[in-house]
């Protein structure tokens, strides 16, 4: 799913000073699940923008809402009437909410509460890590489901490179990160399949990634088109 | 929107099911199914080995009681199979358990076999393991050195005979039962005109009636000496000879003592039985020191787990008396009795609800619940996500944990509410 | 400021300081129950500043006594999380504390609150708070 | 012969090949690193020229390739692809060949948040021996990875670097082979300390027979100081310093010439221990900030001297 993270109160504090009407409007998808950008939070952002403007003697309208999907028309719409009680809205879902919410509300103003961080799982509560990089092209198969792309700090294909030193990355810092070739060693080492590793890989198609600019997905056998 | 009272099972509709597992058929089985039947509550007794009885089917006799063990068993044994509250499967495992107290949905295999079986309550009796390590090594005559266990078994026929000279060996760092053993075995050989050396640590006296008893042995001649750190073994032509200095004794007074001895007893390291962490997470309970079944908490002593309606009795939890462990079965069986009949409608009111219609089923709450009180369920009418989690009326200890994890607040707790709370706030500087 | 008497309010556990809470009854004190120290929320202490309080307690049990297992250390982490939006927000971190009290240590609730009281009296008034 | 250039020409006339490391400055006055280089000119083979080495910001690789090729000495043009994607990398070493530089050396490259510029936005489109294959395919096929055809051919002796001292070690040998089946036709290593380690990694090498695909120059840094040393040890990935070397520095700490004197003689042991390890074709000096004591090394190890003259 879609991992987020709130950002720091003093960039929301900065970036709705202005504003003396404010909607915090959660999501109740990804960022829900990843306890970014729910009804708590947005209850809880709410409230810390409420108290930090009656301390700056700014007194400040502040509701806090959340709604099912803030990447889908349908939900979002639901807000209409409330939109026009508010100068701004505060998105507490992830960068696809907010852009929808413009694209739906263009005469508002829609900033980001939150920091889309990655896409990844919970290894445990509290512990979420990234594990794809939606590059368009699975490898998965070959490296038998550990991603090079993702866990590479490098995205080799052909790891791990000289940095590797006892299953960590060079780049390990305070926080220590898994090589990933590490990884996929091991893994492929367990199953028997280390001919593998033997193989050059070609270079990647990376069109099929971002690099191939925004993506965009059309299928014409759902699409519907009106009076058919 | 309250709308966990729309899904099963609603409180007029929720059993309990009359019926109590008991895993292990050792002493703290027996005795925990024997209370449960008393109580009239059907039983199903499973142990994985071929026959009941466990470690105390290997006893010689018992502690401070002239019955024979194995008597005591075999009448047990033979009173429960006559039972027809009672059903014992040998060679069974438990191998899954879903849902909560008073319904829980347990997969057994049953010599072989998986078999299904709705069950109220879970009474884990699985006992311990013994790891035994030798005090030396010697080339001959390791027959003479034996744990406390093996000793147990041979007990008759080694105590039999001309005097012979035993030293009982209790090391520091063991539980209560090390030290009554030695006890217990101190006054037989005595009574058999053996000549007896128990060396100790701490000498624990803490079970009723064992300071007189440690009083009357060391007065009918046993010798107790405090210390086990600095006991040498020594062989010679077949003999064994232990040597130590009384560390109790001033440097001037202190002079080698030499024991030959025919019998050296250790006491064994005890072990939570090897199967501890594989049901420990099909049960989903937490474990104790040592990996032992029980949290270090004294919210859960004696019996109890950090899930309702999983209980733990006898030595799986910590190695006990035989009328300790009784004393535990029926803890258990009376805490399974009050929940049998708890008002359920009641304990509803007090339960936290979940709007499954705010509900992202990210499982925040299954997650941090510490009691494991919540359940997974699919096809929830009315939910956003198709499923929903469930709290258990009975299972729910009302902590408000979940209340407070939840990301959308789908959770509310009757009496602690956001109203409630603001209700509560509104009397800040005296103000009402 | 020697004539500013704060207003504190005590998230008190009730299976700990709940039960010493109820007794002791200080002024300027609203003891509020809390069935578990892992019931705290956020939004909840947010909401005792905003409704006027000068300083907020969470007082729960005593550290491994949780009757819950784990929701003392719950309310500490989240009390230190909260702290941290409170620096944010620009009200002082030590308005706020987290502290393990026994359900028969009186003595100790006493002086936990009695100190805390002092230092907001020091304090003074939350900053920008307004005056009804 | 696949370029012709005087370090192929050594190793492919069976010498023991030297080569040295220049890391060109971060200005625009490349003076002091020809002086380096003059220094050295009749010390060693070839000269690798670093691309911005461990991600800090220098003057190209290629830039001061080419004025070696002026000043008529033999550089070795690192590329890491960290910062380039496969059209610039291409077109790097089509402008490298175009000017006379003959090896290219396909590295990956130390992370960019390791480096000057943490902020920057890593490439890493193609891996190292993606590189090499790539490189490989210009100069047998003569292919661009797209399939399009070159307009001239290319001439390039491909190099690369194995690290011994990363793990998994079983695995580093069959990464080699993986390099080789890319096209690497020379490598160097990662500084050698731990020799036991390089024995047993060399021990598999020979085993599959890779040092007769390929060439094999072991890596050798003189340690200058305690503290480098120290650092090399707990804060670089994938180099090994044993216990002992740290302790003979130390040790040298009381003796005439002191450390330093002790570093160089070490680093002269190293490269006779690896003179005499099958399968080792050459060493590769990389006297970082030390490069005036290369000759000097050179010198000590006995028998290298002169360095082997080849005409065009």
Not at chain 4, 128 to 148: A, H, P, W, Y
Request: net charge negative.
């Amino acid at each position: 799913m879609i991992i987020g993270e709130r950002k720091p109160l003093e960039e929301v504090f900065d970036r709705t000073s202005s504003f003396n009407k404010i909607l915090v409007l959660g999501c109740e998808t990804c960022v829900a699940v990843c306890l970014a950008g729910g009804k708590k939070e947005a209850e809880e952002t709410a409230e810390a923008i409420s108290l930090h403007r009656k301390k700056e003697n700014q007194p400040v309208e502040v509701k806090a809402e959340s709604v099912q999907r803030q990447c889908e028309f349908e939900f979002i719409d639901e807000f209409k009437d409330l939109m026009n009680d508010y100068d701004v809205v505060l998105s507490l879902a992830c960068g696809v909410g907010v852009q929808t919410m413009v694209d739906r509300y263009p005469e508002k103003i829609v900033l980001p509460g939150l920091n889309t961080t990655f896409l990844g799982y919970p290894l445990e509560q509290g512990v979420w890590m990234e594990n794809c990089q939606a590059c368009g092209d699975c490898v998965l198969d070959k490296t038998h489901g550990i991603c090079p792309i993702t866990r590479c700090t490098k995205s080799m294909l052909n790891g791990p490179c000289g940095g590797s030193s006892e299953g960590k990355c060079e780049i390990s810092g305070d926080i220590e990160i898994e090589c990933g070739w590490h990884l996929i060693h091991e893994r492929l080492k367990a199953l028997g399949k280390l001919d593998y590793m033997e193989e050059v890989e070609p270079p990647k198609n990376w069109s099929t990634s971002f690099h191939g600019g925004p993506r965009k997905i059309v299928r014409e056998d759902v699409k519907i088109v009106r009076g058919e | 929107m309250n709308a966990q009272r729309k899904y099963p099972p609603a409180p007029e509709e929720m059993t309990f099911e009359p019926k109590v597992l008991v895993v292990g058929g050792g002493a703290s089985g027996i005795l925990s199914a024997e209370k449960a039947a008393e109580l009239g509550l059907s039983v199903v007794l499973i142990e994985k080995t071929e026959e009941l009885g466990g470690k105390a089917a290997q006893l010689s006799f018992l502690y401070q009681s002239n019955l024979s063990p194995s008597q005591w068993l075999k009448d047990k044994i033979s009173s429960l199979e006559k039972n027809n509250k009672v059903t014992i499967y040998t060679n069974s495992q438990l191998e899954k358990v879903n849902g909560q107290v008073g319904n829980f949905k347990v997969t057994l295999n049953i010599e072989g076999k998986k078999e299904e079986m709705d069950i109220g309550a879970i009474i884990m009796a699985t006992g311990m393991d013994l790891s035994s390590k030798m005090p030396a090594q010697v080339e001959k005559g390791a027959g003479s050195f034996l744990s406390q266990m093996e000793f147990e078994k041979q007990f008759t026929q080694l105590a039999s005979g001309d005097s012979k000279t035993f030293v009982l060996v209790v090391k520091e760092d063991d539980f209560l039962i090390g030290c009554i053993n030695a006890l217990k075995y101190s006054k037989k050989l005595k009574e058999a005109n053996h000549n007896v050396y128990v060396f100790f640590d701490e000498m624990k006296v803490s079970e009723e009636g064992t300071e007189k008893l440690y009083h009357q042995v060391r007065e009918e001649g046993v010798t107790f000496i405090r210390g086990t750190n600095n006991l040498k073994i020594g062989q010679e032509e077949g003999k064994f000879s232990l040597t130590t200095i009384d560390p109790q004794l001033p440097v001037k007074l202190a002079k080698e003592l030499v024991i030959n001895f025919d019998y050296y007893i250790f006491n064994e390291d005890l072990l939570p039985g090897a199967d501890t962490g594989k049901l420990a997470e099909i049960l989903r309970v937490n474990l104790g020191p040592g990996g032992f079944f029980q949290e270090d908490n004294y919210h859960t002593e004696p019996v109890y787990s950090n899930r309702q309606g999983i209980y733990f009795v006898g030595a799986c939890r910590m190695p006990d008396l035989l009328h300790n462990v009784q004393e535990q079965a029926g803890a258990a069986v009376n805490s399974i009795y009050q929940l049998s009949v708890a008002d359920v409608k009641e304990l509803m009111e007090k339960t936290p609800l979940i709007d499954v219609i705010k509900c992202a089923y990210c499982l925040t709450c299954y997650r941090s619940c510490p009691w494991n009180a919540i359940d997974l369920l699919y096809e929830i009418e009315g939910a956003a996500w198709d499923g929903a989690p469930y709290l258990h009326p009975l299972a729910c200890q009302k902590c408000g944990c979940c209340v407070a994890e939840c990301p959308n607040r789908a959770i509310s707790f009757p009496g602690y509410t956001d109203e409630d709370m603001q209700k509560e706030f509104k009397k800040i500087g005296g103000k009402v | 400021m020697a004539d500013f008497n704060p207003s504190l309010v005590t998230l008190c556990c009730e299976n700990s300081a709940f039960l010493v809470a109820e007794e002791e009854n200080l002024p300027g004190v609203t003891p509020v129950k809390i069935p578990c120290g892992g019931q705290v929320e956020h939004y909840h202490i947010l909401n005792a500043f905003d409704q006027g309080a000068d300083g907020v307690m969470v007082l729960a049990c005593l550290k491994e006594n949780c009757k819950h297992f784990w929701g003392n250390d719950r309310a500490e982490k989240k009390v230190n999380y909260v702290k941290g939006m409170l620096e944010n927000i620009g009200i002082n971190a030590e308005r706020l504390a987290y502290s393990p009290v026994a359900a028969n240590n009186e003595y100790k609730y006493g002086e936990l609150v009695k100190e805390m009281y002092d230092k907001l009296k020091e304090m003074g008034p939350m900053e920008g708070k307004v005056k009804k | 012969m696949f370029a012709g250039s005087n370090l192929e020409k050594v190793l492919a006339n069976g010498h023991f090949a030297i080569t040295g490391e220049l890391g060109p400055m971060r200005g625009t006055d490349l003076g002091p690193c020809l002086e380096h280089a003059e220094h050295m000119r009749n010390h060693v083979d070839a000269f690798n020229i670093t691309d911005n080495q461990t991600a800090v910001v220098r003057i190209a690789s290629m830039a001061t390739a080419i004025k070696l090729v002026e000043r008529g000495m033999d550089p070795v043009m690192q590329m890491t692809v960290r910062d380039r994607n496969r059209i610039c990398l291409q077109a790097d070493v089509l402008g490298g060949a175009s000017c006379g530089v003959k090896n290219f050396l396909c590295i990956q490259g130390d992370h960019q948040t390791l480096g000057s510029e943490p902020q920057a936005k890593g490439v890493y489109d193609v891996d190292s021996t993606q590189l090499m294959k790539v490189i490989k395919d210009m100069r047998d096929e003569n292919k661009f990875v797209s399939g399009d055809e070159m307009e001239a051919p290319l001439d390039a002796f491909i190099g690369g670097v194995v690290n011994p001292f990363a793990d998994p070690f079983e695995y580093r040998p069959a990464r080699f082979a993986k390099k080789i089946a890319a096209g690497v036709n020379f490598v160097q290593t990662q500084c050698i300390y731990d020799m036991d380690r390089l024995k047993e990694y060399m021990k598999r090498v020979v085993d599959m027979g890779l040092h007769e695909k390929c060439y094999i120059l072991a890596g050798i840094t003189p340690l200058k100081a305690i503290g480098a040393a120290m650092y090399m040890k707990n804060n670089v990935a994938g180099i090994i310093i044993p216990d002992e070397i740290v302790k003979r520095l130390k040790g040298a700490k009381e003796k005439p010439g002191g450390v330093k004197a002790e570093g160089l003689k070490l680093c002269v042991e190293q490269i006779q221990q690896v003179k005499e390890i099958e399968g080792i074709h050459g060493a590769h000096i990389m006297a970082i900030a030390w490069e005036e004591k290369v000759p000097e090394i050179v010198e000590a190890v006995g028998g290298l001297m002169p360095r082997p003259k080849f005409d065009d």
